[in-house]
Each structure stands twice: as C-alpha cells, then as structure tokens.
C-alpha cells in the first residue's frame, strides 16, 4: 500500500496540492495573457478576468470543500484522542473546526465575488478567509500541545507552532498595507505612490495563503492511522 492510501492522509495531501495549484494556475494563465504584472500580484488579482477568474472560482470551490473534509476529519481526531485522556476541552475543539469552517466560506465568497465586480463584498470575504484561517491554525497548534504526547509528535507540534506564527505575523501587514493602497487596477508601477504598501500587502497575502495551506502538511501523519466509517442503522 502506497503511503498517501494509509488511513486518511490522502485528504490533507489532495487539499495542500489542489489548493497550491488554485493559486499558482490562475497565475500563470493571467500573466501569459498579460492581465496581470509577473512581479507581486494579489491572488485576486489572479482571478478577476476571464477565463482565469472562471477556473479561480471552480477551483477554489474544490479547496473549500477539501478543506472542509480535512477540517472535519481533524476535529473527529481531537474528538477520539479527548475520549482517552481529557487533555483536550470539547468545546476548544468545536470553536475550531466552526472557525475552520467559516474560512472556507470565507474562501467561496473570494473565488465568486470578483474584487473588480464586487469589491465590498470581495474584500469581506477575504477578511474572513485571513481572520478565521489564522486563528484556526493558531488553536490547532494549541490543540497539539496540549494532547501531546498523544497524537502528534513534538517535532510536529513546533513546526505547527512555526506556520502558525508566521501567518499571523504576516497576516497584520497583509490588512494595514491594503489600507493605504487606493489604486484598483491590476497593473501597477513603481511610481505609483501606493506601491510600496501594494508589495508589502500583496506579499505578505501570498504568505499568509501558503502558511494556511503548508499547515495541513502537518495532519498527514495523523490521519494515516485514522479513518471515518458510517454506521446505518435501520429501525422499523
């Protein structure tokens, strides 16, 4: 048996390589296209015209949904490791996989409401995304800690903590930057006066996605020793 069919490690494998290529595919078709500069766009910018914003959008749809799967799949973990020891709170445990949760959405809202069509609405939703991702990860790596030594092991646990404190530390210039960029074209010059705010924020963005993404590496060696089954109970 090849290693990523043990358990259920194929989730977290499928979402990192899916989700990378949601980001780095709308990229490469926007710049051959020349929709977008080859130097530090936002990810939305990636995805606002079509046909690239029509495969972000399909795209990310699938992620969401992974992630989703993933996000669920790693709460019911913590759910049966807290059965054998009580290390973990239940109700730390639900806070996450909600925030998990509502990331994904957040990450819907991004791929179907264009930040050139409806900006309000775009940038709520990439809000969301950042906010309620980073927490997530933030408690998933308290999580570990606190149910190791079961689990997770502590090379695992600190390389969580890392990813984790490096989206937040990229998350704040990601949001202040984008607060001083006022130009909405996806062309931008180093002349422009916003654009050194614009190449903090949009770089800063890039890492923040990735370290969310890079963070459900770690879950592969978890969820080879782990799997979900459906009980069907019928009752006449």
């Given at each position: 048996?090849?290693?990523?069919?043990?358990?259920?490690?194929?989730?977290?494998?499928?979402l990192?390589?899916?989700?990378?290529?949601?980001?780095?595919?709308?990229?490469?078709?926007?710049?051959?296209?020349?929709?977008?500069?080859?130097i530090?766009?936002?990810?939305?910018?990636?995805?606002?015209?079509?046909?690239?914003?029509?495969i972000?959008?399909?795209?990310?749809?699938?992620?969401?949904?992974?992630g989703?799967?993933?996000?669920?799949t790693?709460?019911?973990?913590?759910?049966?490791?807290?059965?054998?020891?009580?290390?973990?709170?239940?109700?730390?445990?639900?806070?996450?996989?909600?925030?998990?949760?509502?990331?994904?959405?957040?990450?819907?809202?991004?791929?179907?409401?264009?930040?050139?069509?409806?900006?309000?609405?775009?940038?709520?939703?990439?809000?969301?995304?950042?906010i309620?991702?980073?927490?997530?990860?933030?408690?998933?790596?308290?999580l570990?800690?606190?149910?190791?030594?079961?689990?997770?092991?502590?090379?695992?646990?600190?390389a969580?903590l890392?990813?984790a404190?490096?989206?937040?530390?990229?998350?704040?210039?990601?949001?202040?930057?984008?607060?001083?960029v006022?130009?909405?074209?996806?062309?931008?010059h180093?002349?422009?006066?916003?654009?050194r705010?614009?190449?903090?924020?949009?770089?800063?963005?890039?890492?923040?996605?990735?370290?969310?993404?890079?963070?459900?590496?770690?879950?592969?060696?978890?969820?080879?020793?782990?799997?979900?089954q459906?009980?069907?109970?019928?009752?006449?």
């Open positions: 048996m090849f290693w990523f069919m043990q358990g259920l490690c194929f989730l977290p494998v499928f990192v390589v899916w989700s990378s290529c949601t980001f780095i595919v709308p990229y490469l078709i926007a710049l051959f296209r020349g929709d977008v500069d080859i530090f766009p936002y990810i939305s910018d990636t995805g606002a015209n079509p046909p690239e914003s029509c972000f959008g399909l795209m990310t749809f699938i992620s969401a949904c992974a989703c799967a993933t996000i669920y790693r709460y019911k973990y913590v759910e049966k490791l807290s059965e054998q020891n009580s290390l973990v709170k239940p109700c730390l445990n639900k806070a996450t996989l909600l925030l998990g949760i509502i990331a994904c959405f957040g990450m819907c809202i991004v791929a179907t409401f264009q930040e050139t069509v409806v900006t309000s609405v775009h940038d709520f939703g990439a809000l969301t995304f950042f309620t991702g980073v927490v997530y990860i933030i408690l998933q790596s308290v570990s800690f606190k149910a190791y030594p079961y689990g997770s092991s502590i090379c695992v646990c600190r969580r890392v990813i404190t490096i989206a937040a530390a990229a998350f704040f210039p990601t949001v202040i930057c984008a607060y001083f006022t130009q909405t074209t996806l062309h931008r180093t002349y422009d006066k916003d654009y705010f614009h190449v903090v924020s949009a770089v800063c963005e890039w890492i923040v996605a990735f370290s969310f993404i890079c963070f459900f590496l770690t879950y592969i060696e978890d969820f080879k020793i782990f799997k979900l459906v009980r069907t109970e019928y009752q006449d």
